[in-house]
């Protein structure tokens, strides 16, 4: 039987999973993030769930349910505050430690579990050697999404979060833990400066704002960042866990931004904002999680991810939005596809950053949050664009799309944003999915699909068909 092939975002379009840590347990991968809902209206409104894969298949996702309540935080009995991103690590003790900040208090709260898909129970906060909660003590910095990574029986704990002119945020913090899992045994140390305080370091133009996330490869640490850009994970490494770290470069952009090998650097190929994701090596493979930012809003974000190399020197050259991230190469040229896997949206006006004041294309679905229905791409409406990539097509020679909504003129489609148009697909109004076609001749070989809808109106579109 012929596996599914993985798209992003990698687990189904009704789930809103964002600051995705990817962590391999035994023989599976589990992503641990925070949770969105579908037209939310603030970050972060859900319970923790959990999603699993088995290593030999990263399209075959599971469900492992809700791992933990708002509600089950002492401090949050009400559920009036949020569960932001969260990292998972398994202790020297063999258990599995949930660390995670609720969004109105500056302390680390942790929680336990015997599996590494919950359920988790409420353990404790961090905390000194004097039972002073981090974050509360004079002179301490606020704690914000830790990221955490266990060596014998120490856990390194990252954290911070710096915006622009706050002068009493310095950094990224890396704190050291006991075997206990909460006890400070080495205080905070700066380890990547906010911009406030980068002039004179390699970081400049990218320094710290949030997502500390950490892995090691090798002999190498490296620690991964959402960046003041905010639409880009940086890294930077380190021989040490705690010191010496060197900016080496952007992994991934939301907006595909800095990527110059299929249209210029400075274009944005989709609307982007905050970014947090992490770095696991599945087999011989790299790949970075990251998210995108779904339903013209901030507050609706999917997990996506894409292969990485990381070279002989240590670096991590940029890679480019796919489709197809987890998929082990392109997709197939044949068969439907459906819409909400573009990874580029944009229109003639350029944007780096998503808005909801209605001028650009997003990924919608019907009904409301939970709705196992398939996404699709709304506000499709003149110049709007919807990229796909790759697919290694062999002899395609009809081309099809669905349809909706009240909308006349045409699809045009391309191989390259700016490249000749191939073929286009005259649609019409419906307030049902309706099928257009057009014969098109894609040159064989690996290629990305574009279409640009030119006409009045606004429709949606459902998918496409190769044939």
């Known amino acids: 039987m012929q596996k599914k092939q993985a798209f992003n975002p990698y687990l189904p379009s009704w789930e809103y999973i964002p600051d995705g840590e990817p962590h391999i347990f035994g023989d599976r991968l589990y992503v641990f993030g925070s949770h969105d809902l579908y037209n939310g209206y603030v970050f972060c409104l859900g319970d923790y769930v959990c999603w699993s894969a088995p290593l030999d298949d990263l399209a075959d996702w599971r469900y492992e349910g ?38 109105k208090v500056p302390i680390v709260s942790v929680a336990v579990s015997e599996k590494p898909s919950g359920p988790y129970t409420f353990y404790g906060y961090v905390h000194d050697k004097h039972g002073e909660r981090l974050g509360e003590r004079p002179g301490d910095q606020p704690q914000f999404d830790p990221g955490v990574l266990t060596e014998q029986d120490v856990t390194y704990m990252y954290t911070g979060f710096c915006p622009r002119g706050d002068k009493s945020r310095k950094g990224a913090m890396a704190t050291v833990l006991g075997k206990d899992m909460l006890t400070i045994e080495e205080e905070p140390l700066i380890i990547v400066p906010g911009c406030e305080y980068s002039d004179g370091t390699s970081f400049k133009g990218h320094e710290f704002f949030e997502a500390s996330s950490i892995r090691k490869a090798g002999d190498t640490y490296y620690f991964v960042y959402s960046s003041i850009a905010m639409h880009e994970l940086c890294y930077a490494t380190s021989k040490y866990p705690t010191k010496d770290f060197t900016y080496g470069g952007v992994i991934v952009s939301n907006s595909d931004l800095h990527i110059d090998t299929y249209k210029p650097a400075h274009k944005p190929m989709a609307y982007g904002a905050n970014n ?5 090596q599945v087999g011989k493979d790299w790949y970075i999680f990251y998210h995108r930012h779904t339903n013209g809003t901030w507050f609706s974000r999917q997990g996506c991810a894409e292969k990485i190399t990381i070279q ?22 044949k068969g439907y596809y459906p819409a909400y896997i573009a990874c580029n949206l944009f229109t003639d006006v350029e944007s780096v950053y998503v808005s909801d004041d209605g001028r650009f294309p997003k990924i919608m679905q019907d009904g409301c949050d939970g709705t196992e229905v398939l996404g699709y791409i709304g506000n499709m409406k003149d110049g709007a664009t919807a990229g796909f990539k790759y697919f290694s097509c062999t002899n395609v020679k009809t081309i099809r799309i669905f349809t909706r909504g009240y909308g006349h003129g045409k699809f045009e489609v391309r191989t390259a944003w700016d490249g000749p148009m191939l073929a286009e697909i005259p649609i019409a109004n419906s307030n049902v999915w309706e099928r257009f076609e057009s014969p098109i001749s894609i040159p064989d070989g690996i290629q990305a699909l574009y279409f640009t809808y030119r006409g009045s109106g606004s429709p949606s579109l459902q998918g496409f068909e190769l044939v």
């Open 276 to 280: 947090h994701g992490g770095m696991v």
């Open 312 to 333: 002989s020197d240590g670096s991590i050259p940029q890679v480019e939005l796919t489709s197809c991230g987890l998929n082990g190469g392109p997709l197939q040229g």
């Open 66 to 103: 809700v791992i933990y309540k708002k509600t089950d935080d002492p401090l949050n009995r009400d559920g009036k505050m949020c569960l932001y991103a969260p990292d998972v690590t398994q202790g020297p003790d063999g258990r599995f430690y949930l660390y995670y900040v609720l969004d």
